[in-house]
């Protein structure tokens, strides 16, 4: 029986050294039914010219603007025929046989539309990595996190989190993604640019009736901050597509609850920033809930999906991670969730 086709597209800006240090470990995949493309968004360095010279076997799509994650991927999968997309960034050292496992597992569970390996940080092998870790989750107020990553902690990889689980969302570090799916819900949202957009398409496909996945069996190390260092920026729309997620996905019940109270605890965030010295967090937020309210006064597009309470879904801890963090001080993911 013929495999599957599997595109790994690599979406690059700017990413001639992480091309050249990472795309062997993706060439030497053992899956066979495959194709590897690097997804050009307009970068200004030698990136094309170095993987035309050096790796003649991979595609090149070239994109006439920096378009983000989320617009970029929307451009280059839309060019790209395969059972399956493999959205890889540029960051990462995979194992020979990550794609097997995961391939396998949707092959025969039709209703898995996203999967995700487990992500170990590129730099400590040791540890889970912040991306993405073995498997996203959100809770009940829209924080997410992940099983092995909660805010800025990573634990120590210890097995702990090695089965094969529903999750609420996938990374977009190294996201399996069945195609027809993706293109049934018309893909990321392009206005979040970058950050987020793939929590939004999970919660999209669970709403729709698909699952999200994660399978540690696959594994990859990534670097992680790769192609948007953190700071202002990354504060920004960390924030500003948060709170848009929110507004597009919860119930109407819910919003009029959980938007508002989100508001405030992104203000108290803020605040905190400010008193130990952080001026550009301060700013980041306050830019963040500026362009918010600036959207929906414009009249923010949302979908015409069935709503479902957010607790309803796979992969949500019906209560506050912000609350078990900071206040309960735990900072591992089975102290909050699996002994709530």
């Known amino acids: 029986m013929s495999q599957p086709s599997v595109a790994i597209v690599i979406l690059n800006y700017n990413g001639q050294k992480h091309l050249q240090k990472f795309l062997p470990s993706v060439l030497g995949s053992t899956y066979h039914n495959k194709r590897i493309i690097v997804a050009d968004n307009a970068s200004t360095d030698d990136s094309i010219t170095y993987v035309k010279e050096n790796f003649p076997a991979v595609e090149i799509l070239i994109n006439k603007q920096n ?23 540029s960051d990462v050292v995979v194992t020979s046989d990550w794609i097997e496992p995961i391939i396998n597992l949707m092959e025969i569970d039709k209703q898995i539309a996203a999967c995700q390996p487990k992500l170990i940080a590129f730099h400590n092998r040791k540890l889970l990595e912040y991306a993405g870790a073995s498997g996203g989750w959100i809770d009940k107020l829209g924080y997410p996190f992940s099983r092995g990553r909660i805010f800025d902690v990573l634990e120590e990889d210890k097995r702990q989190y090695d089965d094969i689980q529903d999750i609420f969302w996938a990374s977009g570090a190294a996201m399996f993604v069945r195609s027809g799916v993706f293109h049934e819900l ?11 957009e793939e929590i939004d398409l999970c919660w999209r496909m669970q709403l729709s009736g698909y699952k999200i996945k994660v399978i540690p069996q696959s594994v990859v190390y990534h670097v992680g901050a790769g ?4 700071g202002g920026k ?29 508001f405030l605890l992104d203000a108290i965030s803020a605040w905190k920033g400010l008193f130990h010295g952080d001026l550009y967090f301060f700013t980041a937020i306050c830019k963040a809930h500026a362009a918010v309210l600036y959207i929906w006064i414009g009249g923010y597009k949302t979908h015409s999906l069935p709503r479902k309470p957010i607790k309803q879904l796979s992969g949500v801890y019906a209560g506050c991670v912000v609350y078990q963090y900071f206040i309960k001080k735990k900072q591992y993911f089975s102290e909050i969730v699996e002994n709530k």
């Open 67 to 89: 378009d983000g994650f989320a617009g970029g991927y929307n451009w280059a999968l839309k060019l790209v025929e395969s059972d399956y997309y493999v959205l890889l960034n």
């Open 186 to 196: 018309n893909g990321f949202d392009a206005s979040f640019f970058a950050h987020q």
């Open 227 to 230: 192609t948007l260092p953190r």
């Open 234 to 262: 990354k504060v920004f729309l960390n924030f500003r597509n948060n709170l848009l997620m929110l507004s597009k996905n919860l119930t109407y019940q819910e919003k009029f609850i959980i938007i508002p109270f989100r």
